[in-house]
T-cell receptor, first 106, second 119 residues
Framework: KNEVEQSPQNLTAQEGEFITINCSYSVGISALHWLQQHPGGGIVSLFM???GKKKHGRLIATINIQEKHSSLHITASHPRDSAVYICAVRINDMRFGAGTRLTVKP | GAVVSQHPSRVICKSGTSVKIECRSL??????MFWYRQFPKKSLMLMATSNEGSKATYEQGVEKDKFLINHASLTLSTLTVTSAHPEDSSFYIC???????????????FGPGTRLTVL
């Protein structure tokens, strides 16, 4: 079993829809990251969380340490949000989820 | 956010040659840099952790003699793929930790990646 599980694996949405991507992990962590990987491969760090909730523009990330679960929400999704979203947790090193491929159609 | 650059962005080489990839933190000093590889449609895999002035720590299964890492300064780490073979073809990404980012002890900033193709 992977230490970091993401769902869904693939997600297609219509422009404007509210998007939720989930991440569950099985071990104690010091921090959780949400990353965005664009089709060219470039990676942007969206959030780093250790508790609670963070918001940046249309993106919201939450984490529940007790339940070992985090969610990434995108409000009013747009085609430019199409990317692979990766959850990563910090234990002694970084462990990555398999990613969620999001396609937002106009 | 902080900026990390990688060079080159793409490289094609012949089997048996060595390839050097550079990772630079442009506006901060990175005491720790990380090297990852990613196979097509697969998740990132951490290869090694590089601390300035000391030997890199390699993940299990990563050949240290194959993937030479040098972190000679607080702004530069290099990954050299020695005697490259087609199976080394992959997307290599570095990240750097900026200890100046407040609580962000774990904050990492990613480079744009280097696509290596070994013929």
């Amino acid at each position: 079993k992977n230490e970091v599980e993401q769902s869904p694996q693939n997600l297609t949405a219509q422009e404007g829809e509210f998007i939720t991507i989930n991440c569950s992990y099985s071990v104690g962590i010091s921090a959780l990251h949400w990353l965005q990987q664009h089709p060219g491969g470039g990676i942007v760090s969206l959030f780093m969380l250790s508790s609670g909730k963070k918001k940046h523009g249309r993106l919201i990330a939450t984490i529940n340490i007790q339940e070992k679960h985090s969610s990434l929400h995108i409000t009013a999704s747009h085609p430019r949000d199409s990317a692979v979203y990766i959850c990563a947790v910090r234990i002694n090193d970084m462990r990555f989820g398999a990613g969620t491929r999001l396609t937002v159609k106009p | 956010g902080a900026v990390v650059s990688q060079h080159p962005s793409r490289v094609i080489c012949k089997s048996g040659t060595s390839v050097k990839i550079e990772c630079r933190s442009l506006d901060f000093q990175a005491t720790t840099m990380f090297w990852y590889r990613q196979f097509p449609k697969k998740s990132l895999m951490l290869m090694a952790t590089s601390n300035e002035g000391s030997k890199a720590t390699y993940e299990q299964g990563v050949e240290k003699d194959k993937f030479l890492i040098n972190h000679a300064s607080l702004t530069l780490s290099t990954l050299t793929v020695t005697s490259a073979h087609p199976e080394d073809s992959s997307f290599y990404i570095c990240s750097a930790r900026d200890p100046g980012q407040g609580f962000s002890y774990n904050e990492q900033f990613f480079g744009p990646g280097t696509r290596l193709t070994v013929l």
